[in-house]
């Protein structure tokens, strides 16, 4: 079966819309320091770089008279779960191995304890690596999501970072057999 590319799901028009709306720039990074790390934890980097890419599209606009409302968002937010969800339906749409689409949804809803009432998850080395990889990328304030990239360079980056995932992935699969 021929691999779902992190630039096939990004061309979904649901992938477009709500990876955009927490910061495709984020997204990315997020994806290529995913990459890394499940390298060097020799966790699979097909599923850590689309958790990634994918991590916070479950994100809802908290807005109050046109400013961000911090509270509103701490108070409400549950984008982990909904990513989570969001993530799978278009994974499954787009025809992913239901076991992957299963474990990606898991590490997007892992990826932050921050909607839980007391939180402290035991994560598996997959989710560690997705949620290892979304700090890295993070700013104060939030200002991660909102850094911009262009369309051009964004596809170009996803096009980069699916032919290392592509050759690394080989590799893995190599390593497994021997
Ligand atoms: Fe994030």
Redesign the pocket.
Known sequence: MQRLTLSKIYEHPIAKKYVAR?GLD?AIA?AFSAYDFALREGVDVDLATKAAFL??IGHYTWYRNGEWDFNLYAENDIHAIKGAERAHKLLIRLGEDRKSAKEIALAILL?TDSYLPQGHLHLDPLQQVVALA?QE??EPDGM?HYHHISEERAVLRLQQLDRRVEESKTLQLDKKSS
């Open positions: 927490a984020h997020t991590h916070d990826h979304d990328n993070e991660h």
